[in-house]
């Protein structure tokens, strides 16, 4: 497959814009180290090396000084495109990183699409497409678990279990292709029995390799929603766990009617926190809304944290809360302890929002309860299709042999659980796949 390649020079701002120590202005192509020699002069005696960080000045096209600030040419193939590429490191702030960008447009750079220097990497075979993507994923990475799934991916996980997986489709077409070839020395049916046994193996292994919470809990965080009757200090509990002031907290039943959000990282991981409207039957309408809105929030969250108050018996209220919200994932949290602990209940976890008595211990409890997603090998959305769908050849062609169909028969749909892998790692891809995946990058890497 060929895919179109144009090797013009490229030029973006790699440093996001506003005002920062440095701004990173990257060239990569052609004319990178032509461009780079015309507006940068080193200081002193030194010669413009490969992989040298050099000081000096920079100019404009007409010779106009622009800043004083470092240079840098990496010569093809050792650089991030494997192009020749020349970097202005200049101080921050866009002025200066802007004057050099339309100073290499004057020269005939044209400015980066989104991702285009990373799409040049793959397409130079420096790194496949699995890595590419992780280089995406750990620039969007919020936490540190997320930034671990995205290193491992961008230092070659995915891309090593999926060859090892290429690699036994690639043994067992072998093994078909041998016994279609020397009928006389290879038993048809023995040949069949061991590439359906392989067939079915290998579609478990991608299957269980597939960590679909974890990519959803690093994407987008775990979602906890706070409930329960009017007035337990639902709101208070939100703003301890954000400590800052988010929700209104008032003595008035019925405070809270919207949703009310807010992130925290425990753990490593983004948490999304939503606390609602207390949940009562007698409610006006606004509130009424509120608690419709709550119960939608509940049932969408990845755990709930029941809250109760701990200085007051039990209402009727919360009896049949603790009814509803059993068979969800839930903590209860019994709140309030500084008035005093009225209630107990095994396994609750008592707090006080006002004090902050207990708080370290619910925060360890949500972190437990979203426990350390993805040690597996594929978390990234596009990968986990391409591989249920490489299984789902692989289950097709086990069937087929079960069923006593011919072993070229079965090939077919090896070669299609061949080609989705290849999907995966860039073997087999196309314009439109590379624009897909490459356009969701931001410009300047
Ligand atoms: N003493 C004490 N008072 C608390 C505590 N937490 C909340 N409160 C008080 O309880 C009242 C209700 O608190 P909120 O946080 O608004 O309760 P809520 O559950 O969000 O109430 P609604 O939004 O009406 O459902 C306020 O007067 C708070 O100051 C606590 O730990 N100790
Ligand atoms: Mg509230």
Redesign the pocket.
């Known amino acids: 497959m060929i895919l179109a390649y144009e090797n013009d020079t490229i030029a973006a701002l790699a440093t996001p814009p506003g005002r920062g120590g440095i701004a990173i202005v990257r060239v990569s192509g052609e004319n990178a180290c032509a461009y780079f020699r015309a507006l940068f002069t080193p200081a002193g005696q030194q010669q413009v090396e490969s992989h040298r960080l050099l000081y000096g000045w920079l100019r404009d096209e007409k010779g106009a000084l622009i800043d004083e600030c470092m240079g840098v040419v990496m010569l093809s193939p050792r650089s991030y495109t494997r192009e020749d590429v020349a970097e202005f490191h200049t101080h921050g702030g866009e002025q200066a990183a802007q004057a050099a960008l339309h100073a290499l447009y004057a020269l005939g750079a044209r400015p980066a699409e989104p991702g285009e220097f990373t799409r040049r990497a793959f397409l130079n075979g420096r790194i496949d497409l699995s890595r590419a993507e992780g280089v995406m994923s750990m620039i969007a990475s919020q936490g540190e678990q997320s930034a671990r799934a995205a290193l491992r991916q961008l230092t070659g996980g995915t891309n090593a279990f999926i060859r090892t997986a290429q690699d036994k489709l690639t043994q067992m077409l072998a093994g078909v292709a041998a016994a279609l070839d020397y009928p006389e020395e290879i038993e048809e049916d023995e040949a069949a029995g061991d590439v359906r046994m392989q067939a079915e193996k290998l579609a478990d292994e991608l299957l269980s390799a597939c960590d679909e919470r974890a990519a959803r809990l690093l994407d987008t965080g775990f979602e906890v929603a ?1 409930c ?13 766990l954000l400590r800052e002031e988010r ?11 919207d949703v009310v959000r807010g992130s925290l990282l425990l753990n490593g991981l983004r948490v999304n926190l939503s ?5 009562r039957e007698q409610a006006e309408t606004v509130e009424a809304i509120g608690v419709q809105r709550a119960r939608e929030v509940m049932r969408t969250s990845d755990l709930l944290l029941l ?1 109760l ?3 007051q018996p039990l209402t009727a209220e919360d009896e049949a809360l603790m009814r509803e919200t059993s068979a969800y994932p839930r903590l209860i949290v019994c ?5 005093g602990s009225v209630t107990q209940i095994s396994d609750a976890l008592p ?5 902050g ?1 207990g708080m370290d211990l619910l925060r360890t409890a949500i972190a437990r309860a979203a426990g350390t997603p993805c040690e597996l090998p594929l978390t990234n959305a596009r990968h986990m299709r391409l591989a249920r769908k490489a299984a789902e050849h692989l289950q097709c062609a086990a069937k087929a042999l079960e069923s006593g169909a011919a072993l070229d028969l079965a090939a077919i749909d090896l070669h299609a659980a061949l080609d989705a892998l290849g999907a995966v790692t860039g073997d087999q891809v196309d314009e439109k796949l590379l624009d897909g995946v490459f356009s969701r990058f931001c410009v300047g890497k």
């Open positions: 706070l329960g009757r009017p007035n337990v200090g639902k709101s208070s509990l939100l703003n301890a929700a209104i907290v008032t003595e008035i039943p019925g405070t809270t009617r606390d609602t409207a207390g949940i809250v108050d701990a200085s709140n309030k302890t500084d008035r707090v006080s929002a006002a004090t008595d």
